[in-house]
């Protein structure tokens, strides 16, 4: 186990050297979660999703979001109001039963590419 640990102590310090970032591969399975709460909203376009969301016994917080057709893990960040998640350049924003989806790569100012989400069920 030590040999190990050593080994990727200096892996990750010769990708920080070379302005990599590097971290171990997350597997579900090894987050120990506290609770677990899925939620469908139905968005102003008619979209239905279905979010799954994640408190872990550290404090951590995730949620499983779709986006584009593929299942994007998203991790709680801070934020001034709601509950605010980060996946890439994408956020998923909720503030009580509503939600917005955003993309940082569609600008600054531009609206929501999922907005007035509200959980069907919850």
Not at 84 to 93: C, D, E, F, M
Request: net charge positive; hydrophobic share 40%.
């Amino acid at each position: 186990m030590r040999k190990w640990l050593v080994a990727v102590t200096a892996a990750a310090g010769l990708a920080a050297l070379l302005g990599n970032a590097w971290a171990a591969p997350l597997q579900l399975a090894g987050i120990q979660t506290k609770n677990r709460q899925t939620h469908k909203y139905t968005c102003a376009t008619g979209k239905i999703l279905q979010v799954t969301y994640w408190n872990t016994a550290n404090g951590q917080s995730f949620a499983l979001v779709p986006v584009k057709g593929q299942q994007l893990l998203f991790v709680n960040t801070l934020s001034g109001s709601g509950a605010k998640y980060q996946a890439g350049s994408y956020t998923w924003w909720t503030k009580g039963p509503r939600a917005d989806l955003y993309d940082a790569m569609d600008g600054e100012n531009a609206p929501p590419m999922l907005s007035d989400c509200v959980t069907i069920n919850r």
